[in-house]
């Protein structure tokens, strides 16, 4: 063996090859003996190089498709012995609807929600097996539960946050709910009450809770195609008043976070759009961060029309809105992880404006040169028209007089 390099045999008598090659094939007997001498040869053991499997088609990492339709992922793998490909869903209870075709591609078809999430094709043979990941997001859907919900008791209130769960493909919003827990219930079920989120929020402070109850938490994500399913309920108890003849002193890093909204928000029609102004907010005891702006159409649903505002601007322009249409808009502002209440509606009522024309619209008044020239003509007609009936009365009253 100290021929070979990499080769060498363990106290327990194991012969351990560092590296598998050519010289490793053949047959192999052991022989222990001690001072008395051997009782013999083991039973002949023999040494085959294979090959582990390897990918010759990998997944991509990640794949996008509406809900219905197909969705053909490849995979593709080969050793010695030929590997096995086997598809799974991580996380996945049982056995899964999904199809496998001749070329060991996975096969959505029709794709459902429940499909999304992260798919792993296995490549198997008697030497090794490895795996390849992809993640499939089905879009057209309502959301995703949200995940990793956590309460942070606070005093008298509890402050919740979660991770958001896949959109489905549009924007979503987040609400909170709650109930307490009653010892002695007066009737079966909870009276639960629902908070609304800010938009793109992921925390929020539940406030004038009662101390030493406990309390269920839970989260539900919303988007334009309906609410996706609860989030785990979470159970906490807010913190009471402490019960002491003097008052504790509060530390002395205590530091409390006021953020106010804009104020004076305010809209003026221009000719390239709608520019809206507004002033910071009165109290903010952090940097502010910046602003989102959020607006509705015809009194709909409330949504963010832009999210990423530099704090140190007080104007934004908003072009492209629908002619013949009622707006409405608002401005909230952000200061780290805190997000002030919305400021003050302001009205836009997009009717006659010249800025959003309408392809069915009837033509608007004349240009001002245009519009002198034909009043002016006009004017000239009508008195023509004096001037010649005038003339044809003085005309017939002299002709009257030499027939008399």
């Known amino acids: 063996l100290s021929q070979l390099p990499g080769w060498s045999v363990r106290p327990d008598g194991s012969i351990v090859i560092a590296t598998g090659n050519d010289d490793a ?33 990998r997944p991509k990492e990640e794949y996008f498709q509406e809900v219905g339709r197909e969705l053909v992922i490849p995979c593709a793998a080969h050793g010695d012995p030929p590997p096995t490909i086997t598809w799974l869903k991580v996380g996945s209870v049982g056995k899964s609807s999904a199809q496998v075709d001749g070329n060991s591609s996975l096969v959505l078809h ?13 490549a198997t043979n008697q030497v090794a097996s490895v795996t390849a990941a992809t993640s499939v997001h089905v879009l057209g859907t309502s959301p995703h539960a949200v995940t990793n919900v956590s309460v942070l008791p606070l005093l008298l209130a509890a402050n919740i946050s979660w991770e958001p769960g896949f959109d489905g493909g549009y924007f ?31 925390h929020l402070l539940v406030e004038n809770l ?21 989030s785990q309920i979470v159970t906490s108890v807010p913190r009471g ?19 106010s909204p804009p104020r004076a928000l305010t809209a003026n029609e221009t000719v390239r759009g ?31 029309l ?38 003050n509606t302001v009205n836009v009522s997009t009717a006659g404006m010249e800025v959003y024309p309408s392809r069915t619209q009837l033509p608007e ?35 009257a007089a030499r027939v008399r």
Not at 241 to 259: D, G, I, N
Not at 283 to 290: D, E, N, P, T
Not at 323 to 332: G, M, N, Q, S, T
């Open 25 to 57: 094939l053949g047959l192999y007997r052991c022989t222990p003996y001690n001072s008395y001498g051997t009782a013999g040869e083991s039973r002949p053991t023999r040494v085959l190089l294979k090959d582990p499997p390897a990918f010759t088609v």
């Open 110 to 122: 029709p794709l459902i929600k429940e499909q999304h999430g992260v798919w792993e094709c296995t």
């Open 210 to 230: 009662q101390p030493d109850t406990s309390y269920q938490f839970s989260v539900l994500a919303q988007n334009k195609l309906g609410s996706g399913p609860f």
């Open 172 to 202: 979503q919003r987040f609400s909170v709910w709650y109930t307490p827990l009653a010892r002695h219930p007066p009737r079966a079920h909870h009276d639960w009450v629902s908070l609304s989120v800010p938009a793109g929020a992921q």
């Open 365 to 399: 008044l004349l240009p001002q040169p245009v519009l002198a020239g034909v009043i002016g003509g006009i004017c000239f007609l009508s008195v023509a028209v004096i001037f010649s009936t005038m003339a044809a009365c003085i005309m017939n009253r002299r002709r």
């Open 274 to 304: 709608v520019l809206l102004r507004w002033e910071p907010p009165a109290r903010a005891s952090v940097a502010l961060s910046g602003y989102a702006l959020e607006l509705r159409q015809d009194k709909g649903g409330w949504e963010v």
């Open 241 to 259: 008043f402490p019960v002491t003849t003097v008052p504790p002193e509060p530390p002395a890093m205590t530091m409390h976070v006021f953020l």
């Open 306 to 343: 832009e999210r990423s505002i530099p704090g140190t601007d007080t104007q934004v322009l908003v072009p492209g809105l629908i002619k013949d249409a009622f707006y409405e808009f608002r401005l909230v502002a952000f200061a780290g992880s805190y997000i002030s209440d919305p400021s």
